[in-house]
């Protein structure tokens, strides 16, 4: 039976403050997390966020350098739940879609799907080009599951982490990671719970 951890991948996309929520949020549910950040990705936490790249990586138990293509997450018998790369680059849908794996972060994904364990890409780009539709379609077809962070509305968010826990909830959901996240419809939120008020 597998332990209950998880690979979690930053990449450069937009949105740094995915991957930082999912890793808070696995943190508090009791969930081991393995982390693997791009060159890229930490640029970007310091453009968007105030938070070092150290305080970051002290929200995982084990820190994996990208460039360490002999990590324990490059290998299949390395069990897991699976892998939730947020943000995902459009370079690192295409890697992954097609086993172009330059990177322990797209490495890894390929080995998740190679052992069909769950991976979950917040894939962050607007608007979308035909080679960028043609990687997703690929990296669908192999196993992964494309999640892009597309805010909803129904659950009447108020502020960006209202936004932003919703869709680490969400796709959190799909490894079977019960949060405190989501306003689930017909539950937390719309016309069955709004009745209840």
Same mark, same amino acid.
Request: glycine letters at 8%; charged letters at 25%; proline letters at 4%.
């Given at each position: 039976?597998?332990?209950?951890?998880? @690979?979690?991948?930053?990449?450069? #996309?937009? /949105?740094?403050?995915? /991957?930082?929520?999912?890793?808070?949020?696995?943190? +508090?549910?009791?969930?081991?997390?393995? !982390?693997?950040?791009?060159?890229? +990705? $930490?640029?970007?936490? #310091?453009?968007?966020?105030?938070?070092? !790249?150290?305080?970051?990586?002290?929200?995982?138990?084990?820190?994996?350098?990208?460039?360490?293509?002999?990590?324990?997450?490059?290998?299949?018998?390395?069990?897991?739940?699976?892998?939730?790369? $947020?943000?995902?680059?459009?370079?690192?849908?295409?890697?992954? #879609?097609?086993?172009?794996?330059?990177?322990?972060?797209?490495?890894?994904?390929?080995?998740?799907?190679?052992?069909?364990?769950?991976?979950?890409? =917040? #894939?962050?780009?607007?608007?979308?080009?035909?080679?960028?539709?043609?990687?997703?379609?690929?990296? $669908?077809?192999?196993?992964?599951?494309?999640?892009?962070?597309? %805010? $909803?509305?129904?659950?009447? %968010?108020?502020? @960006?982490?209202?936004?932003?826990?919703?869709?680490? /909830?969400?796709? =959190?959901?799909?490894?079977?990671?019960?949060?405190?996240?989501?306003?689930?419809?017909?539950?937390?939120?719309?016309?069955?719970?709004?009745?209840?008020?």
């Amino acid at each position: 039976m597998a332990k209950d951890r998880l @690979i979690v991948g930053i990449s450069g #996309a937009s /949105g740094a403050v995915y /991957g930082i929520r999912a890793l808070e949020t696995l943190r +508090a549910a009791g969930i081991e997390t393995h !982390l693997v950040l791009t060159k890229t +990705a $930490a640029m970007t936490i #310091a453009y968007e966020t105030d938070l070092t !790249l150290a305080q970051v990586k002290k929200l995982a138990d084990v820190v994996h350098a990208n460039e360490d293509l002999g990590a324990a997450v490059s290998s299949g018998s390395f069990k897991t739940l699976g892998m939730i790369v $947020a943000p995902c680059s459009m370079r690192s849908v295409a890697e992954i #879609a097609y086993g172009n794996t330059t990177t322990l972060l797209t490495r890894a994904a390929d080995v998740q799907l190679k052992e069909r364990r769950r991976v979950v890409l =917040l #894939a962050r780009e607007a608007p979308l080009h035909l080679g960028h539709l043609r990687a997703l379609t690929q990296a $669908a077809e192999i196993g992964a599951v494309i999640v892009p962070p597309v %805010p $909803a509305f129904y659950s009447r %968010p108020k502020t @960006i982490d209202d936004i932003v826990n919703h869709t680490v /909830g969400r796709a =959190l959901d799909l490894f079977g990671i019960e949060t405190k996240l989501v306003k689930r419809w017909g539950e937390d939120s719309g016309p069955k719970a709004r009745k209840k008020r």
